[in-house]
């Protein structure tokens, strides 16, 4: 009989949720197999993080159906998946390495949302048309402005690229895919062409693959992606613990720190600085000189019994 090898040392096998992620990421082609399916040429991330979650999509290895669905549908079903196997279910109490999981997936569901808002944010602060030539690539202020025909003025552009689309607008606020932000302006208005120079797009089907969500709303989105982490701490059955925790790089476990206390940090601070902002342009909005309309939009609707109460007509 031949003698036995000695023993090997023992080998990290990562848990199913990173084994996931790890296999559906925005950097690699998603599927391997090329002679099922052509090579994937996008590189926006834009364009990979994909529409809006309304509900769990099939996670199967359909190379066209990998394709068709973008990175926030795929890893928020992950996400709650992962949930419902563990701390949403009844039976099962507070587990160390399951929480450890379902704070990698949530983290990846945030960075996508942070993505979404910083993008947003960027597109409201600067006002200036992209322009791109044989020469070269440039930025021109101009007359015209990429949502002109959608918004009154480039004041209201910003504030709805920061906020969002006012509900009082009508029922299509409420309609996917873009709801309340502003919808890709290939709508024959004045605001057509700059739309068009700006985003590098020629027809509504190429805006709509590359902008899933449509444009703006930073506020929105980095309100989703703090919440990513609230629901986690709110949760009865979910402990948040600073951690650090292996990965397989090459085949070795090498330890890594996801921080994600430093990106729910970040997440918040973007948020108070586009509400800050929000307030300045909405104060921009409606200001006039006339004193006996200085308070117009701004007093405090409250109706309270004590007419005693100091604080009548002080809140804000």
């Known amino acids: 009989m031949a003698d036995w090898s000695k023993w090997t040392k023992p080998q990290l096998y990562e848990n199913w949720v990173k084994r996931v992620i790890r296999s559906i990421n ?5 599927y391997n197999s090329f002679h099922e399916i052509g090579v994937g040429t996008y590189v926006d991330m834009i364009q990979q993080a994909g529409g809006r979650y309304e509900g769990p999509v099939a996670l199967n290895s359909d190379p066209t159906y990998l394709d068709s669905i973008g990175l926030i549908e795929f890893y928020e079903t992950l996400l709650e ?3 419902d196997l563990s701390i949403n279910a009844a039976t099962v109490g507070d587990e160390p390495s399951a929480n450890n999981a379902i704070l990698f997936a949530a983290s990846r569901v945030s960075d996508l949302y942070m993505l979404l808002g910083n993008e947003a944010y960027a597109d409201a602060v600067d006002p200036t048309m992209g322009l791109i030539t044989n020469g070269g690539s440039y930025a021109k202020a101009c007359s015209l402005f990429c949502f002109q025909n959608q918004t009154a003025s480039l004041l209201q552009e910003e504030l709805e690229l920061l906020r969002g689309r006012d509900l009082s607008r009508g029922p299509e606020v409420t309609q996917r895919p873009v709801y309340n932000r502003l919808i890709w302006n290939l709508t024959s208005g004045d605001g057509e062409l700059a739309y068009k120079m700006n985003y590098v797009v ?3 089907e190429e805006a709509r693959t590359r902008y899933p969500q449509g444009h703006g709303d930073a506020w929105g989105h980095y309100l989703t992606s703090i919440r990513k982490y609230y629901d986690l701490l709110t949760h009865p059955n979910f402990t948040w613990s600073p951690r650090s925790e292996s990965v ?4 070795t476990p090498v330890l890594a720190d996801y921080l994600d206390e ?30 006996d309309e200085q308070w117009q939009g701004y007093e405090d609707t409250h109706e309270d019994d004590d007419p ?7 809140r804000a």
Do not use: W
């Not at 005693?308 to 002080?314: F, I, K, L, T």
């Open 81 to 83: 998946t992962a949930k």
């Open 248 to 251: 397989l790089v090459t085949g």
């Open 26 to 30: 925005p950097f690699e082609q998603r």
């Open 262 to 291: 430093r990106k729910f940090a970040s997440s918040a601070a973007a948020r108070a600085r586009t509400g800050a902002e929000i307030v300045n342009l909405t104060y921009r909005e409606h200001y006039t000189d006339r004193p």
């Open 308 to 314: 005693d109460d100091a604080m009548d007509g002080a």
């Open 202 to 204: 020629d027809t509504e």
